[in-house]
């Protein structure tokens, strides 16, 4: 059974630089009627390090998007009640996980990768009660109708070193 699901781009042939909020567009199976989703963004360099970049969380029975405060780039929920509805066990669903605001510098030479798991696995100093049912699964799409994707704030004209930052420079 494995316990998340990881996606990573080709080498990156020029600098991408991103500032602000992302999200992604995920399409989801699940195999329960409730879960939580984890999404963590990682820049993984030419040296073979992985820095964790920014994460993003959601759970996708509050799946109706605040229209006054959500756009192509920041997704906010309603978390109203009336609004909770229970995922429908093997039914494809769209929903978009935001990231939390970033600001990071991929430089050429790296490769970024996307992984979806439930929240927690990776946190050393927060704790979650996922809504998790043992041996349940769920199907993450990866192409045709449900094609999930990484959606970024991509800014343009900015110069940065090329020279990599220490790896433990980057977290508080």
């Known amino acids: 059974q494995v316990e998340r699901a990881a996606f990573q781009s080709d080498d990156l042939t020029a600098p991408v630089t991103v500032l ?97 798991s439930t929240p927690g696995r990776d946190l050393p100093f927060w704790r979650f009660d996922n809504p998790v049912d043992e041996g349940v699964t769920h199907d993450v799409g990866r192409g045709g109708d449900h094609a999930s994707a990484l959606v970024l704030p991509v800014w343009e004209g900015v110069e940065a070193p090329s020279e990599y930052p220490a790896p433990d420079s980057l977290r508080g």
Not at 46 to 64: A, C, K, T, Y
Not at 65 to 82: G, I, M, N, P, Q
Not at 102 to 111: D, I, K, L, Q
Request: charged residues 25%.
């Open 20 to 116: 602000g909020q992302g999200h992604v567009e995920l399409w989801l199976r699940p195999g329960a009627t409730d879960t939580a989703i984890q999404v963590t963004l990682t820049e993984i360099r030419p040296d073979g390090i992985e820095v964790r970049v920014q994460s993003g969380f959601h759970r996708p029975v509050h799946n109706v998007e605040d229209e006054t405060r959500s756009d192509d780039l920041r997704v906010d929920y309603t978390f109203v009640a009336d609004h909770r509805q229970d995922l429908v066990v093997g039914q494809w669903l769209h929903t978009r996980v935001p990231f939390m605001p970033v600001g990071h510098v991929f430089r050429a030479g790296s490769r970024l990768r996307v992984t979806v």
